[in-house]
């Protein structure tokens, strides 16, 4: 069977710009979470960045090569073309799954396939991010605890404006008593998202093995059983003879 094929997407500003987060990501955020799900799920995994690659390094010819795309993004947002958000928007309702990671709630194409704002509360403050593996039975959360501890991450708070989660597998505990629910899932069209909370650059959190076997398996979960455009509405012939249908509805309806 040939191997799940990955692209790792980050804007890769926060290291280029920042010693601390350069500290811990020297190769970019996407170098380790690119390694860490080669490692653990034996995917073929490639890395695009914003700036680095043209059109963001998601051209058509990388989407249709990529079974599966994660994404981290934080404060470019608005740079990320639309002609590749809509790209991007129909490989996943066309089966590619996607992986969003953190910051990337206020992300274009993440905010287009959920239909709502993506708000929610926020604070740095080197808080204790206490993760609720809620589904120990699901296919992400094999290998994870029955709960794990991040010594120090930016929080996030409830109220996540998104649509309610096809599937919710896990809620994060802060240390100054906010909760969030911090990985969910969700069928777009033939594809699946997942929204994985965990990851402000300043702290070493993909560098934590929870986190990583949970990214590995989220990857895995999403890969598509099926790759189909769901653009279109074409008029369609019966399958059997039916009363008031000939030739001239053909030319009369063509495709909508
Ligand atoms: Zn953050």
Not at 34 to 58: F, K, N, P
Not at 166 to 180: H, N, T, Y
Not at 228 to 236: D, E, I, K, N, Y
Request: charged fraction near 20%; charge should be negative; aromatic fraction near 8%.
């Amino acid at each position: 069977m040939p191997s799940l094929r990955v692209t790792v997407w980050n804007e890769y500003l926060h290291e280029l710009e920042n010693e601390t987060v350069a500290s811990i990501y020297p190769e970019g955020i996407h170098a380790t979470i690119a390694a860490a799900v080669a490692e653990r799920s034996g995917a073929s995994v490639r890395t695009a960045t914003l700036r680095q690659d043209a059109d963001h390094g998601l051209a058509p010819a990388v989407l249709d090569d990529t079974d599966v795309l994660v994404w981290w993004g934080h404060k470019a947002h608005g740079e990320v073309s639309d002609e590749v958000v809509t790209r991007v928007h129909q490989a996943v309702l066309g089966g590619m799954g996607l992986v969003v990671l953190h910051s990337g709630h206020n992300a274009k194409v993440f905010h287009r396939l959920m239909g709502t704002n993506c708000s929610l509360k926020w604070r740095e403050a080197d808080e204790k991010e206490r993760v609720w593996n809620l589904a120990p039975g699901h296919p992400i959360m094999q290998g994870v605890p029955d709960h794990f501890e991040l010594p120090q991450e930016e929080m996030y708070g409830e109220r996540f404006d998104v649509p309610e989660p096809d599937e919710l597998l896990a809620i994060s505990w802060f240390q100054g008593g906010e909760v969030f629910r911090s990985l969910c899932v969700w069928q777009r069209g033939h594809g699946k998202v997942v929204y994985f909370r965990p990851g402000h650059e300043t702290y070493p959190t993909y560098h934590d093995a929870n986190v990583q076997t949970i990214i590995a398996n989220a990857v895995t979960y999403v890969a598509p059983r099926l790759r189909r455009s769901t653009a279109g509405c074409p008029m369609t012939e019966p399958l059997e003879s039916v009363p008031n249908w000939g030739k001239e509805h053909v030319l009369e309806q063509g495709e909508r």
